[in-house]
């Protein structure tokens, strides 16, 4: 009998510095020659997944990676003043070039929340920095990012492991990666970052459940021991990442030698997300 073939999608979601971890992931999938139909990532994973949609090897996501530096990315150097996310956006210019969404040769989408709906948006067009770097807008931290009529914050307040969206875009099945499994612990500080970031734990934790739900296989790198907001441990995020990749790889085959289904789960609600 004829197999059809499965279109299966691949989301790297949220962490901060953590991810790095998905380097790593690159790595081993790239290895098995594993290739994906459509690309989704929330935060640190919307920056890696268009590295990935753009074709990009993970020796070549490695070399940029070493380059990256804190101060280069949150520029502002008064306490409580978040910084324009003009670094992140540099970053994704800088290796990419200044270019669409639409113009990656693979299929790929950043998730992020329009402050003013408040609602959470999928963007697949549009100027892909701008779209990554409001992916990547922690409140409190950067300054949300005007794109088209919306201001955009981080993905991660509302869907923070997207393994919802490629199924929106005919994937069958889905891998995900969560590269901070652990996220959520709480402060005894009354400091406002120290209360934000607690606050946005609790947040992205909840919807880390909505990750786990919508994906077929999960992959979660051990990343406890590191800062979400230090760019120390590349090369150890890389290696938890890989070998947490080479774990998961008997599922991950699995889906790749699965029959097409006769109907793709849809497991969110379409009109709770603005497509662009």
Same mark, same amino acid.
């Given at each position: 009998?004829?197999?059809?073939?499965?279109?299966?999608?691949?989301?790297?979601?949220?962490?901060?510095?953590?991810?790095?971890?998905?380097?790593?992931?690159? @790595? &081993?999938?790239? %290895?098995?020659?594993?290739?994906?139909?459509?690309? /989704?990532?929330?935060? #640190? !994973? =919307?920056?890696?997944?268009?590295?990935?949609?753009?074709?990009?090897?993970?020796?070549?996501?490695?070399?940029?990676?070493?380059?990256?530096?804190?101060?280069?990315?949150?520029?502002?150097?008064?306490?409580?003043?978040?910084?324009?996310?003009?670094?992140?956006?540099?970053?994704?210019?800088?290796?990419?070039?200044?270019?669409?969404?639409?113009?990656?040769?693979?299929?790929?989408?950043?998730?992020?929340?329009?402050? @003013? &709906?408040?609602? %959470?948006?999928?963007?697949?067009?549009?100027?892909? /920095?701008?779209?990554? #770097? !409001? =992916?990547?807008?922690?409140?409190?931290?950067?300054?949300?990012?005007?794109?088209?009529?919306?201001?955009?914050?981080?993905?991660?307040?509302?869907?923070?492991?997207?393994?919802?969206?490629?199924?929106?875009?005919?994937?069958?099945?889905?891998?995900?990666?969560?590269?901070?499994?652990?996220?959520?612990?709480?402060?005894?500080?009354?400091?406002?970052?120290?209360?934000?970031?607690?606050?946005?734990?609790?947040?992205? @934790?909840?919807?880390?459940?909505?990750?786990?739900?919508?994906?077929?296989?999960?992959?979660?790198?051990?990343?406890?021991?590191?800062?979400?907001?230090?760019?120390?441990?590349?090369?150890?995020?890389?290696?938890?990442?890989?070998?947490?990749?080479?774990?998961?790889?008997?599922?991950?085959?699995?889906?790749?030698?699965?029959?097409?289904?006769?109907?793709?789960?849809?497991?969110?609600?379409?009109?709770?997300?603005?497509?662009?």
């Amino acid at each position: 009998m004829f197999k059809r073939k499965p279109k299966i999608g691949l989301v790297f979601g949220g962490g901060g510095a953590r991810g790095f971890s998905h380097i790593g992931v690159v @790595k &081993a999938l790239q %290895e098995f020659g594993l290739e994906f139909d459509y690309i /989704a990532g929330t935060s #640190a !994973g =919307s920056i890696i997944g268009a590295l990935v949609a753009a074709g990009k090897n993970w020796k070549e996501i490695y070399e940029e990676a070493k380059k990256i530096k804190t101060k280069d990315i949150r520029t502002s150097k008064i306490p409580l003043v978040p910084s324009k996310t003009d670094g992140i956006q540099n970053l994704v210019k800088n290796v990419l070039g200044d270019i669409n969404i639409q113009d990656l040769p693979k299929p790929f989408s950043a998730v992020a929340v329009n402050i @003013k &709906a408040p609602k %959470e948006v999928c963007i697949s067009h549009g100027n892909l /920095a701008k779209a990554i #770097a !409001g =992916s990547c807008c922690v409140p409190g931290v950067f300054v949300p990012v005007e794109f088209d009529d919306m201001l955009l914050c981080d993905g991660g307040l509302q869907n923070t492991i997207p393994a919802d969206i490629p199924r929106y875009f005919g994937c069958d099945y889905v891998v995900a990666v969560d590269c901070h499994k652990e996220r959520t612990y709480g402060t005894d500080s009354q400091k406002l970052f120290d209360v934000l970031s607690c606050a946005i734990r609790i947040l992205m @934790k909840s919807n880390a459940v909505k990750g786990y739900v919508n994906a077929d296989v999960v992959i979660a790198p051990e990343t406890k021991r590191f800062k979400a907001s230090r760019a120390e441990g590349l090369e150890e995020m890389m290696e938890e990442g890989y070998h947490a990749t080479i774990d998961a790889m008997p599922e991950i085959m699995k889906l790749f030698k699965k029959r097409k289904p006769f109907r793709s789960k849809k497991y969110s609600d379409p009109s709770e997300i603005d497509f662009v």
